[in-house]
């Protein structure tokens, strides 16, 4: 049931006589409360098209990208803890990248177990 229909019925309940007016006060508190936060969230989520993280994210890759042209042929501890915000590791073993613009890259280990 939505919550303005709830205030409603509330009202009308208490206008019967069947609900106390302190505790109709309570409730209808309550759910304007609730009604508030609601549009809130709403607000929030009409305002900002959800994209901001993966923006921002991008927007820091290309800037480490920039600084950091050159072709890399070892590991760097420092970009890769600027660059990748989480490993996944699946059920079939592959490893998942999960970079700071919320962008996964899967590598996808070899079942063979080496050369044929």
């Given at each position: 049931m939505e919550l303005t229909e709830q205030?409603?019925?509330l009202s009308q309940?208490?206008?019967k006589g069947y609900l106390d007016s302190a505790v109709f006060i309570q409730k209808?508190?309550?759910?304007?409360?609730?009604?508030e936060e609601i549009k809130k969230k709403r607000n929030s989520l009409l305002d900002n098209n959800g994209?901001?993280?993966?923006?921002?994210g991008t927007e820091r890759l290309l800037e480490i990208i920039k600084y950091n042209p050159e072709i890399m042929d070892a590991y760097d501890e420092n970009l890769f803890l600027?660059?990748?915000s989480?490993?996944?590791i699946g059920n079939s073993g592959?490893?998942?990248f999960r970079l700071i613009n919320n962008l996964?890259?899967?590598e996808y280990a070899d079942k063979g177990g080496g050369k044929a």
């Open positions: 205030s409603h019925i309940v208490v206008q209808q508190n309550a759910l304007n409360v609730e009604i994209f901001e993280t993966e923006i921002a600027h660059t990748v989480k490993v996944l592959e490893i998942t996964e890259l899967t």
